[in-house]
Structure formats: C-alpha cells, structure tokens
C-alpha cells in the first residue's frame, strides 16, 4: 500500500478538464511545498510535470497546473488531449523519516 | 540533453546481490546541483523511492532497506551504481534511475530495467 492515496482511474473527453488528488497527512502532503507531479506513457521514462506544488518545468504545457489544500495535493488537466493519456504519480517528502513517498498512481483515460 | 539509461542483469536469483549500474550521457554527473537516485516499481503497483547518492559518494538511503543497500558513483565513468543484497521475491521490480533536484522531486528518468528475483 503507498503511502499517498491517488484514486485508481480518472477519465474526460478530449477538451474537458481533469483533476487527480494525492492525499497524504501533515507529515508529508499537509507539512510541505515538495509536492511533485509525474506522467508515465508505459515504456517510456516518466516526465516531471510539476514540482514545488505549483511549478512547472520548462516544456511543461501550461494545462497541467498543481495545488494543495491541506493533506490533499491536486493535479488539473486542462483541454484534455490524446496524449495526455497516461499513468500519473504525486510524490512528496515526508518527515516521518526524512524520505520520500509516491503515490499509487492514477490511470488517466481520454474517452 | 542528460539522459539516463539502467543497466544491469534482469533475473537475480533469491538470497544473492542485485546489482544495476546507470550511465548519464549529455550532462556531467558532477553536477552539484543534484542528487541521483533509485526508484522502483512493483508489478501493479505504485512507485518507491530507495536512495539517493551526491557525486561526492556521500548518500542517503530509504530508511526500509538502508541495511542491504549499497549505492556507489564512477565520476570518470559518469555512472552511479546500486547494490542490493539478500534480495527475496519481494524485491522483484522494475528499477529506475533518476536526476532528483534539491526539494525531493525527480526531473530525469530512465526508463526503467526490470529485475526478477528467481530461482
């Protein structure tokens, strides 16, 4: 079981607008700003898409957006595209014990 | 453009030392701006982060395997390199090696080698 709760799928319509939570605990999500986005297409390296809760890399499209609320970190996928199908991941440090955790990850799925 | 690429044998047998080596290419490993981690996958299911080490050979490990882990750094060779021992089935996944910047995010992946612990 990972240490931050993601749902198992998400699904919208190429144009729509997505959100995938990450929910951890005071001690990692709720305690700090190092929350961090991934996509993974399954084969391939997994891509940084955001970082710091909030920031994206360069390169990054700006429909991917980040926040938090407290325990709970949220991605957005804005105009929902083909490609954006993929397997996402949060992570945050936590210190519990000074590490990091992942989430489960969530399949996202453009219907 | 740094990329990262694993290396390593995909199947271990159980009690003996997984060992994974990974080559950064278009970049220094020098770079002190960054750490340069392991990450592993179980089959179905989420992401564990194992350790992290500085070119300077000095490391930092997940605190549920610091006892089996060892992790090194070839700064000639630009690799760094990941030991694991008394491996079980357990630690059957696909292992990735990664770029991690100074606030615990990961801005480089390989894409990942899968290691199968089997007799």
């Known amino acids: 079981q990972s240490a931050l709760t993601q749902p198992p799928s998400a699904s919208g319509s190429p144009g729509q607008s997505v959100t995938i939570s990450c929910t951890g605990t005071s001690s990692d999500v709720g305690g700090y700003e190092y929350v961090s986005w991934y996509q993974h297409h399954p084969g391939k390296a997994p891509q940084l898409i955001i970082y710091d809760v909030t920031k994206r890399p360069s390169g990054v499209p700006d429909r991917f957006s980040g926040s938090k609320s407290g325990n709970t970190a949220s991605l957005t996928v804005s105009g929902l595209q083909a490609e954006d199908e993929a397997d996402y991941y949060c992570?945050?440090?936590?210190?519990?014990?000074?590490?990091?955790?992942f989430g489960g990850g969530t399949k996202l799925t453009v219907l | 453009q740094v990329q990262l690429q694993e290396s390593g044998p995909g199947l271990v047998k159980p009690s003996q030392t997984l060992s994974l080596t990974c080559t950064v290419s278009g970049g220094s490993i020098n770079n002190g701006g960054h750490y340069w981690s392991w990450i592993r996958q179980h089959p179905g299911k989420g992401l564990e982060w194992i350790g992290y080490?500085?070119?300077?050979?000095?490391?930092f490990y997940s605190p549920s395997l610091k006892s089996r882990l060892t992790m090194s750094v070839d700064t000639s060779k630009n690799q760094f390199s990941l030991k694991l021992s008394s491996v079980t089935a357990a630690d059957t996944a696909v292992y990735y090696c990664?770029?991690?910047?100074?606030?615990?995010?990961?801005?480089?992946w390989g894409r990942g080698t899968l290691v199968t612990v089997s007799s």
């Open positions: 990664a770029r991690e910047g100074p606030t615990w995010y990961f801005d480089l």
């Open positions: 992570n945050s440090y936590t210190g519990s014990n000074n590490s990091v955790v």
């Open positions: 080490i500085y070119y300077s050979g000095s490391t």
